[in-house]
């Protein structure tokens, strides 16, 4: 979607920390991380939020690939966690559907 600032880094018209892509997803660190290893992992198809990704397939897809992230290419092997902002209420700021991997620390509630 060419008004979308994640797509717009999925295409490398804006630059990124990347840290792994593949043919379905794209992940880059955040740019105001929350934690010593915060990274957004974003599905290369443009959805705009949880709510609207209709295939369950996406959601476990997307799940897979961020576990994969966070063990094999983050080497977060003490643990980490996953937040998925779902709209204004949840404090989603980018409407393209990510989810955030926080770790690197033990991580309060
Ligand atoms: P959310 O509030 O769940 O929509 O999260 C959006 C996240 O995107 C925030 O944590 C921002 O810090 C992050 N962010 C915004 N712009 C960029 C950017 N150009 N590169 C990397 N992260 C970004």
Same mark, same amino acid.
């Given at each position: 979607m060419s008004h979308c600032l994640f797509c717009k880094i999925i295409q490398g018209d804006i630059p990124a920390n990347k840290v792994y892509e593949d043919d *379905? &997803?794209?992940a880059f660190n955040d740019i105001h991380p929350k =934690? $010593?290893?915060? &990274?957004? &992992? %974003? $599905?290369? +198809?443009? %959805? $705009?939020?949880?709510s609207d990704a209709k295939d369950p397939a996406i959601l476990g897809m997307l799940m897979q690939r961020v /576990? @994969? %992230? =966070?063990? /094999? &290419? !983050?080497? !977060? +092997? =003490?643990?980490?966690? #996953?937040i998925i902002n779902v709209l204004e209420g949840g404090g *989603? +700021? #980018?409407? @393209?559907?990510? =989810?955030? %991997?926080l770790g690197g620390k033990k991580l309060p509630f």
């Amino acid at each position: 979607m060419s008004h979308c600032l994640f797509c717009k880094i999925i295409q490398g018209d804006i630059p990124a920390n990347k840290v792994y892509e593949d043919d *379905q &997803v794209f992940a880059f660190n955040d740019i105001h991380p929350k =934690a $010593p290893t915060h &990274v957004l &992992v %974003i $599905p290369k +198809e443009h %959805i $705009p939020t949880l709510s609207d990704a209709k295939d369950p397939a996406i959601l476990g897809m997307l799940m897979q690939r961020v /576990d @994969h %992230i =966070a063990n /094999d &290419v !983050l080497n !977060l +092997e =003490a643990g980490y966690r #996953i937040i998925i902002n779902v709209l204004e209420g949840g404090g *989603q +700021e #980018i409407f @393209h559907l990510h =989810a955030h %991997i926080l770790g690197g620390k033990k991580l309060p509630f």
